[in-house]
């Protein structure tokens, strides 16, 4: 299983990204998949995770911010950000749960700074 996440970038506080994390297979063969994230001198943490019946959970911090959403048809999994602010600066990790198995993609980097 290979997941492949990229759109990370420099951005101003208040704007907006969207990262994407394609999968080597049907995203429905995983029971959930979500990102993290990780800044420097801090442990990882879940931003957001999204259910194989859909629905969604966010890290309080994010909420209202940030929406996670799928498209079946590309085997992808999107979060998109807005209203960024410097504290969301970091290493962003898409991850995928199928049964006891984990599996992550590669780091996008993003940096909100003026």
């Known amino acids: 299983v290979q997941l492949q996440a990229s759109g990370g970038g420099l951005v101003q506080p208040g704007g907006s990204l969207r990262l994407s994390c394609a999968a080597s297979?049907?995203?429905?063969?995983?029971?959930?998949m979500g990102w993290y994230r990780q800044a420097p001198g801090k442990q990882r943490e879940l931003v957001a995770l999204?259910?194989?019946?859909?629905?969604?959970d966010y890290l309080d911090s994010v909420k209202g911010r940030f929406t996670i959403f799928r498209d079946n048809s590309k085997n992808t999994v999107y979060l998109e950000m807005n209203s960024l602010k410097p504290e969301d600066t970091a290493v962003y990790y898409c991850?995928?749960?199928?049964?006891?198995?984990?599996?992550w993609g590669q780091g996008t980097l993003v940096t909100v700074s003026s």
């Open positions: 297979l049907s995203i429905f063969s995983f029971n959930y």
């Open positions: 999204i259910r194989g019946g859909g629905s969604p």
């Open positions: 991850q995928a749960t199928r049964g006891i198995a984990a599996y």
